[in-house]
């Protein structure tokens, strides 16, 4: 089964300063795809960022960086220069890519609530 | 070009009555996903439909639940003789049509809060 792991429930960082958000997942697919989710107080499901397992490059959005690590299958999230609009749950999601035995849903981790401290 | 639309945003109802939620996904897109997030946890996925077929229901509950996206209108998840456990947020998400760098792209509703009493 695939499955997504994050092992922080909570995380606490200064504004202005840098977090990282740790997730792992377990699958024996090859080809899959992999996202940060953002869901504030509002709930909305905001995506942040996303990497495609055959590219070897982490992916970069502004201030969010990810380090793809996949033999390990670790996929963690840096906030650099973090702000309070930063505050809120954050999702690891990984997708299966899409084909005959795939149908492309997301496979989400339990989440972390990062909360950015003024 | 608006975003994926769900309502109503809150529902709720009582032990045994019937909840339909609605997703009308965003222009052009043809593929739906509904997902349930339960109190402090992950979203879980639920079903995946196209135009008029079911292709995945892998992680719908057999009895109670079902779900439809029709030729025209939106996707409806219907729960029947709900109970307190379903109490949950909703969520659904839309894709394009074709080409796998689109398909997964998945953009998200506000959700639909249902609390059943």
């Known amino acids: 089964a695939q499955t997504v792991t994050q092992s922080q429930p909570e995380m606490s960082v200064q504004e202005a300063e840098t977090v990282t958000l740790s997730c792992t997942y377990d699958t024996s697919e090859n080809n899959y795809y992999l996202f940060w989710y953002k869901q504030p107080p509002s709930r909305q499901m905001i995506l942040v960022i996303r990497q495609e397992a055959y590219k070897q490059q982490n992916a970069t959005e502004n201030r969010f960086s990810v380090n793809f690590q996949k033999a390990a299958k670790s996929f963690s999230l840096k906030i650099s220069d973090s702000q309070l609009g930063d505050t809120a749950m954050y999702f690891c999601a990984f997708m299966p890519r899409p084909g005959s035995s795939n149908t492309g849903k997301l496979i989400f981790g339990q989440g972390t609530t990062l909360q950015v401290k003024p | 070009n608006a975003g994926v639309m769900q309502n109503p945003r809150h529902l709720v109802r009582r032990r045994g009555q019937e909840a339909r939620l609605r997703c009308s996904p965003m222009k052009g897109h043809s593929h739906v996903y509904w997902y349930r997030q339960l109190p402090e946890e992950g979203l879980k996925f639920m079903v995946y439909l196209q135009k008029e077929n079911i292709i995945d229901e892998s992680g719908m509950p057999k009895e109670r639940f079902s779900a439809e996206f029709p030729k025209e209108g939106p996707s409806i998840l219907r729960i029947q003789q709900v109970v307190r456990g379903d109490s949950a947020a909703y969520f659904c998400?839309?894709?394009?049509?074709?080409?796998?760098?689109?398909?997964?792209?998945?953009?998200f509703g506000p959700g639909t809060r249902l609390t059943v009493l």
């Open positions: 998400a839309s894709s394009p049509a074709s080409g796998d760098r689109l398909r997964y792209e998945q953009f």
